[in-house]
């Protein structure tokens, strides 16, 4: 069982909220998803009006624990504050960390992020910061307080799945003991399956499900990948190798041992 700043994970995945069709297919696909964790942009629900409110009162009827994040912050203040409203409104000490650097790549900016994960953390939140996969960025997040990580896959949005996988297998063998989630840019289940076979401990993801035909089916898909994938990483699959090696059993030796 995965378990974040103490809490027991019941699922490997985090599903976003946001650009789903309609409320009742974003509940279906948190039903099929088996999601334990939803995650909830604050500043793009407002909750002052009606509409914010039965968003909120849906989310939270989905029986799921609430990761508010700081989705389309650019700075440390507007991040820290962000932060600050999800705790009130939602009542958690958890925050998902964004602060955004560049918009064309929707690119962490890591040494705003840096700062603003100690600014909360110091203030008893419990963050999970959206990084990417710089070894020491996230080694200076350890460092200010974080007890998870969640590197990106590829930007936010694009569905390009794991971009840069050398950087992202070093970082789950620098940090073996350390929680990693891989945060944004999967677009589909194949590559959610990738990110549980490397080893990585949990996925968040949300267009490649919110924006698909069925979103309840790409939810359920991905839910499988993940067992899949957990399931090969947790089999010690074997090392590719770049020389043929025949299959073919030697005769009078069936077995390996
Ligand atoms: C919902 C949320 O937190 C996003 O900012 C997140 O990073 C998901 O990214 P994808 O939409 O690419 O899955």
New binding site residues.
């Given amino acids: 069982m995965l378990s974040v700043y103490g809490t027991e994970l019941s699922s490997r995945l985090m599903l ?1 909220t ?1 650009q789903y069709p309609s409320p009742a297919i974003l509940a279906d696909a948190f039903a099929k998803s088996n999601a334990g964790i939803a ?1 909830v ?1 604050l500043r793009r629900e407002s909750g002052q009006d009606r509409a914010g409110q039965d968003f909120w009162s849906l989310i939270q009827s989905l029986g799921v624990q609430i990761l508010p ?1 700081t ?1 389309g912050c650019h700075t440390v203040k507007e991040a820290v504050t962000t932060a600050h409203m999800a705790r009130e409104v939602f009542g958690t000490k958890w925050i ?1 960390l ?1 602060v955004i650097g560049e918009e064309d790549t929707l690119q962490p900016d890591v040494f705003g992020l840096v700062e603003a994960a100690r600014i909360l953390s110091e203030d008893g939140f419990q963050v999970f910061p ?1 990084t990417t996969e710089d070894l020491v960025v996230a080694d200076r997040l350890l460092n200010a307080g974080c007890e998870v990580l969640m590197p990106w896959g590829a930007p ?4 390009l799945g794991l971009n840069n996988t050398f950087g992202l297998r070093a970082m789950r063998a620098h940090f073996p003991d350390v929680p990693l989630v891989i ?4 677009g589909l289940p194949s590559q959610a399956a990738q990110a549980m076979e490397m080893g990585f401990d949990a996925v ?5 499900v919110a924006k698909a035909g069925s979103p309840a089916d790409m939810a359920h898909a991905f839910a499988l990948a993940l067992e899949a994938g957990r399931a090969a990483y947790l089999a010690d699959p074997m090392e590719p190798r770049d020389m043929a090696a025949p299959s073919s059993p030697v005769i009078g030796k069936a077995f390996l041992s």
């Fill in positions: 976003g946001a995650t942009s994040n989705a998902k964004e959206y936010i949005g694009s569905g945060d944004a840019g999967l968040l993801l949300n267009t490649a």
